[in-house]
Nanobody, 119 residues
């Protein structure tokens, strides 16, 4: 059974930083790319960043390039999102998921972690 547990969100002022963590289980973690996504109130869930199974390749949404860094620890089944220079428009619930290519795998999503950036 797939489980995704996101943590590390909070309230931060613009320009601040947060590090999100995701504990993933239920699949062989090191076989899958992993992604971070976010959903702001009233909006569709959107792609933020993804990382290949080995960690050797990463991709970012244009709006977070240069500010966010995705990483993973295959020994711990963890994926991380370091977020720097946060902006109010980064306010959203952040989710992680296993990927098939660039697509979230399956219909299951965790509870997410709320990130709120004040101006």
């Amino acid at each position: 059974q797939v489980q995704l547990v996101e943590s590390g969100g909070g309230l931060v002022q613009a320009g601040g930083s947060l590090r999100l963590s995701c504990a993933a289980s239920g699949r062989t973690f090191s076989n899958y790319g992993m992604g971070w996504f976010r959903q702001a109130p009233g909006q569709e869930r959107e792609f933020v960043a993804r990382i290949s199974w080995s960690g050797g390749r990463t991709n970012y949404a244009d709006g977070v390039k240069g500010r966010f860094t995705i990483s993973r620890d295959n020994a711990k089944n963890m994926v991380y999102l370091q977020m720097n220079s946060l902006k109010p428009e980064d306010t959203a619930v952040y989710y992680c998921n296993f990927l098939s290519g660039a697509i979230p795998l399956g219909d299951y999503w965790g509870q997410g972690t709320q990130v709120t950036v004040s101006s």
